[in-house]
């Protein structure tokens, strides 16, 4: 079996620490650099869940999408929840190792694994890496679909593909407008409209739209053209990657003969669990929805 710091510098082949962004946490949150792995939980987020799910398995390495620590710290008291995990994981020897927005603008990398979820064809990226000379790493990705469908159809291919969350799928725009190209961002993407917008495409994949940016990408649109918005749960379109990232470590325990077992989480992390819809015009009684995982 290989030493956890062997697997560490095989991680960070795939996803650079250098290529994060500067305000971001990634790397080994904590594990000992000589200890043994043989079993590996790949999830989304760190949190309490995750870190029992980890134990249960009997994993000595648990990689997660977000950082615990995004914001540093100054304790790591089992009285705070995030503390507790930090105590879960070592008391269990169970190492802790984030890939963050240096997977987002991998090659492949995150928004790569939503796209392919959906169905849709890789063109480039939305905002290209200038560091690399391919022109393939960067955030987001621009997609197409093989053939054209109406928005409320294209809205419910996404809620298809990804996992069952409480607040589903949302879609603005004309439900009846044709869909061919479409911009892709995993996570929190309404920082990306100017460049969604650039890129000419007539829908945008992402999480997290907020009113205001939203309203006014609306408004944009109505006025000079623009794309229809398709906003997902933040953790449903992340979730994909942890299968990518587990066929990429899986080839490389295969070409250094290390036998790792690496599994996927299917617990359901993100944080909303029911939603109710609003009540139709005609007073009907809303209807409600308690989101699990597919």
Not at 150 to 159: C, D, K, N, S, T
Request: net charge negative; proline share 7%.
């Amino acid at each position: 079996m290989p030493a956890l710091s062997d697997v560490i510098a095989a991680l960070d082949d795939l996803w650079p620490p250098e290529r994060a962004e500067q305000w971001d946490a990634v790397g080994t949150v904590c594990g000992d650099p000589d200890a043994e792995v043989n079993r590996v939980l790949i999830a989304v987020d760190p949190v309490q869940e995750i870190a029992d799910e980890a134990v249960e398995l009997g994993a000595d390495l648990l990689l997660t999408h977000h950082p615990l620590y995004l914001r540093g710290t100054d304790t790591v008291w089992a009285g705070t929840f995030k503390g507790r995990v930090v105590h879960t994981l070592i008391r269990n020897d169970v190492a802790l190792h984030v890939a963050h927005t240096n997977a987002d603008r991998a090659d492949p990398g995150v928004s790569d694994a939503l796209a392919g979820a959906i169905g849709l064809r890789i063109v480039a990226p939305l905002v290209p890496d200038p560091t690399d000379a391919d022109g393939r790493r960067g955030l987001g990705r621009i997609c197409e679909l093989d053939a054209p469908e109406p928005l409320a159809r294209f809205a419910r291919r996404v809620a298809d593909a990804l996992p069952a969350t409480a607040q589903g799928i949302r879609a603005a725009g004309d439900p009846d407008r044709p869909i061919r190209t479409v911009a892709v961002c995993g996570g929190s993407g309404d920082s990306l409209f100017d460049e969604v917008r650039a890129a000419g495409v007539d829908a945008y994949v992402t999480a997290d739209l907020r009113h205001h940016p939203a309203s006014e990408a609306v408004q944009h649109a109505a006025l000079t053209g623009g794309p229809a918005l398709v906003d997902a749960a933040h953790w449903a379109t992340e979730w994909p990657w942890c299968e990518q990232a587990a066929a990429q470590l899986d080839e490389v325990s295969r070409r250094h003969g290390w036998n790792l077992r690496v599994h996927v989480s299917r617990t359901a992390t993100d944080p909303w669990t029911t939603h109710a819809a609003s009540a139709p015009a005609d007073g009907a009684a809303p209807t409600t929805h308690t989101g699990a995982p597919n």
